[in-house]
Every structure is written in structure tokens, then in C-alpha cells.
């Protein structure tokens, strides 16, 4: 069996890796040539703990061949970006050109997936239409289903095998071809329905998760507000059965659940007061970091000097996109501090206005150190030695990742998110 997997990002190259490693012969298609070109000589423009090896395995067996077109095969499955615009509408062009690059090669018996998150009813309503200027009939002549990832960046290879899929077809045929498909790799659940319910269902855990990580941010400012420790708190909350509330940090981001509940609130302005609001409140997130920061040093941040320490939107991955730490770095910037900013991961594109240095630059001759990104590397941090390489001795960390204790004997004033001082 072949299948063209349109799209090589972080979705679509482990999935063709992970087809290929499993016998189907792949062909991955992409419109970027530098990631055609790279790829075809074993070099991975992504960051993610495996793909590197599963890639080159991949190739190397020669089932998984990479193109700028695609090809005539038995399946297709579309795994472009759908990234949001100012007015928070879903960007839709590169699924629509994705669809329309394939509407040449399609043939009768085809399956075609959508795999990247829409708003519901993008397969009916965007998709089929687009396929049908084949001539071929969806649901009569070629299977439609539209089945989301779901898998947790840092953890891709596995999830991708391990999850419980959902496959929503146009009709019961299309989503038993999805199965099919996709039963070659996945050992959990496959689940199938209709795709305009696997469309709400994928954008539907990315809200809950949003409005639970908003409701933690708001419980960071109300225990600021009242000298609470909202970490103690929030650990002696979750030992009541029913409750689990998630961790308050710099705010939400990453391409997925700091854009997808949009698509909802888009599309349906009159239902959505809540999840609006919990967009508003993460996003809003980096401004208490700059408040905290500014208490942190006296009230003014002009001319004075801080280390930020963590730029990628959450730990261990090398993924800077709407991530609350960078806007956090900006504002602190803007406010007038000279930032000097770290990560352990080099962004692909320079961030526009943020100066970024290796740790030891960032650390010299700064007055502070905010952290805000929990990445290993910090964790493993000795503050003592720290204390050798910086004049700051007043420390933010908005993570919870530094131990106390330790730091408060290396010299430091370590203050925390969450925890009024
Ligand atoms: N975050 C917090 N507090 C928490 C958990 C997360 O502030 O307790 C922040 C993170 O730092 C980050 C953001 O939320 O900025 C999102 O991180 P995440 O790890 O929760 O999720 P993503 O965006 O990396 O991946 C999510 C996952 N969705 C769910 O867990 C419901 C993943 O399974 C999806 O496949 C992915 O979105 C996607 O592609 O849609």
C-alpha cells in the first residue's frame, strides 16, 4: 500500500516515519524546498526526542521517499498547519492548497485524511467540495475522514502509537477506511464517527485544557493577592478526589492550545463567553510577570539589566511560537529593562527585538534573573556556581522549578509566581 503525507512538520514527518517503519510506502511532501532538500539528505528540521533516527531509518529502507508533489496513491493524509489570522479566524489556505494539490492525482477507492485541526464541519464543508472538482464523488467514489493528532510535543513517537485515535468519516465506509489506515501503527483505541464530530472532539480537549490552565493563572493572582502560596495551595487542593488543577506559569502557548479555542469562539461569538475569557486570561498572563517583576526590583526597570532565562513556549521542545515567554521578555524590554535573554534551543528565525546570548553573557552583569521556562537545563542549575557568574542576586521564578533552600544559602532572593512577596 502507498500513502503521500502532505505536510513535514511536527505532525505529518513522524506519521510518515512512523507508516514507512511499519511497511507502507511513503511518499512525504512538503511545499518548503529547504525542508525537501534537507530532508533528502538525512537532515531533520525539527526537534523531537527519536524523529531524527526514525527519519533516517525511514529513508534509509527506502519506504519513505520525500517529494514537493504529490503522487498518485491509495491514501492521502493532509498534515498542514492551520494557523490562526489577526482576527483570530483559522487560516485555512494551506489545508485548501494541500486539498487542491491532490485533486489531480486522485483516484477512484482513494481515502483521503484531514489530519490538521479546523473548525467543525472544515471536511464537508471545505474538503469534499474541493476534491469533488476531480469529477469523483466523496463517499461514493473515495473515502473522506477527518482524524486529528492528539499526541503531546516531547512525547510524539510515542503518543502517536500509544493514543487512542479518533477517525470521523462522511459516512461509516470512510471511517472504517480511516481505520484500516491507520491500524498498520496505532495500538491504542481507534474510535470512529462522523468527522464534524472528531473536528469538535480534537478542538474540544484543547479548550478544556486551556480554560483549566487559566483558571490555575487566576488562582496565581488571587494568592498574590491575598500573601497566599498558591503552589502549597494548589497541592493540597488536588488531594481532594475530584480535583486536579494544573500548574500557573507565564501564560499559554505553542500552535495549538493558545490558537484552537479561537476557532470556536470564531465561529460562534454568541456561545462562547467562557472560553473567550480564558483565552483573555492566558493571554493575559505575561503582564503579571512583568508586574511581578517590576516588585521584584524596586518599581522600575529602566536601565536595569535582567537575565531571562527560557524563550520556547514550554519546556524541553524547540518551539518558540506564541510563546508567553517571549511576549513576557518583550514586555519586560518594552518597559524599559535591557534583557538579555537565554534558551537552550536556538529559535530558526531571530525574535524580533530580543537579543538573545548563551547563558553565561545572559547571567554577567545582571540585576535579575526571571525564569520562564522550566527546561531541564535549568533544573540542573547549581546556584552556588551561579553566584560566581552574576552580580544579580534577585531571582523570579515563575515555573516553580528552583529549589528554595538552596538557593536562598547560595545568596539569593528567590521570589516566585504565586506566592505573594
Ligand atoms: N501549561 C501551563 N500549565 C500546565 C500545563 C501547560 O501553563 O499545567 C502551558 C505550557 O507551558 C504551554 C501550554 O500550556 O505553554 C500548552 O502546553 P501543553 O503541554 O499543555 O500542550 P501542547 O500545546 O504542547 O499540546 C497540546 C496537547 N493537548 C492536550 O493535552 C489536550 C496535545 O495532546 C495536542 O496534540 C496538542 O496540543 C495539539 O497539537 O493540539
Request: glycine share 8%; hydrophobic share 45%.
Amino acid at each position: 500500500e502507498k500513502i503521500c503525507i502532505l505536510g513535514l512538520g511536527y505532525i505529518g514527518l513522524p506519521s510518515a516515519s512512523t507508516f514507512a517503519t511499519h511497511g507502507l510506502q511513503v511518499v512525504g511532501v512538503d511545499v518548503d524546498q529547504r525542508v525537501v532538500s534537507g530532508l533528502k539528505n538525512g537532515e531533520v528540521h525539527l526537534f523531537e526526542p527519536g524523529l531524527r533516527t526514525l527519519v533516517q531509518a525511514a529513508i534509509k529502507s527506502g519506504k519513505l521517499t520525500i517529494s514537493s508533489q504529490p503522487e498518485e496513491a491509495d491514501a492521502f493524509i493532509i498534515a498542514v498547519p492551520t494557523p490562526f489570522l489577526e482576527d483570530k479566524r483559522a487560516d485555512m489556505r494551506f489545508v485548501i492548497s494541500a486539498t487542491e494539490a491532490i485533486v489531480p492525482v486522485l483516484r477512484r477507492g482513494n481515502l483521503v485524511v484531514l489530519e490538521s485541526t479546523s473548525p467543525p464541519r472544515t471536511t464537508v464543508d471545505l474538503v469534499a467540495p474541493i476534491l469533488e472538482r476531480s469529477g469523483l464523488k466523496a463517499g461514493e467514489d473515495f473515502f473522506l475522514a477527518y482524524s486529528p493528532e492528539r499526541v503531546l510535543p516531547g512525547q510524539i513517537l510515542k503518543e502517536l502509537i500509544e493514543n487512542a485515535r479518533v477517525i470521523g468519516g462522511i459516512d461509516a465506509a470512510s471511517a472504517e477506511a480511516g481505520r484500516d489506515l491507520y491500524r498498520v501503527f496505532v495500538r491504542g483505541d481507534i474510535v470512529l464517527t462522523d468527522s464534524t464530530t472528531a473536528e469538535m472532539v480534537k478542538i474540544m480537549e484543547n479548550t478544556y485544557r486551556d480554560v483549566n490552565i487559566a483558571i490555575a493563572n487566576e488562582f496565581s493572582r488571587l494568592a498574590d493577592r491575598f500573601g497566599v502560596d498558591v503552589w502549597e495551595a494548589i497541592e493540597i487542593a488536588n488531594r481532594h478526589p475530584r480535583v486536579n488543577i494544573l500548574r500557573p506559569g507565564p501564560g499559554v502557548g505553542g500552535h495549538c492550545i493558545s490558537v484552537d479555542p479561537w476557532f470556536l469562539v470564531e465561529a460562534a461569538p454568541d456561545l462562547t463567553p467562557l472560553i473567550r475569557t480564558a483565552r483573555e486570561v492566558n493571554d493575559s498572563q505575561p503582564h503579571f510577570v512583568l508586574k511581578l517583576a517590576q516588585k521584584l526590583l524596586g518599581g522600575n526597570l529602566s536601565g536595569r539589566t535582567v537575565a531571562v532565562l527560557g524563550l520556547t513556549y514550554k519546556p524541553d521542545v524547540d518551539d518558540f511560537r506564541e510563546s508567553p515567554a517571549v511576549e513576557a521578555a518583550l514586555l519586560l524590554q518594552a518597559a524599559g529593562a535591557r534583557v538579555r535573554a537565554h534558551d537552550p534551543f536556538q529559535p530558526k528565525q531571530p525574535i524580533d527585538g530580543l537579543d538573545l546570548c548563551d547563558l553565561d553573557e545572559a547571567l554577567r552583569g545582571a540585576d535579575a534573573l526571571v525564569v520562564l521556562v522550566a527546561h531541564s537545563e535549568y533544573r540542573q542549575l547549581n546556584p552556588q556556581a551561579l553566584a560566581a557568574k552574576t552580580t544579580a542576586r534577585s531571582v523570579l521564578d515563575a515555573v516553580h522549578i528552583f529549589d528554595e533552600s538552596a538557593w536562598r544559602e547560595a545568596g539569593f532572593n528567590l521570589q516566585r509566581l504565586g506566592r505573594a512577596f
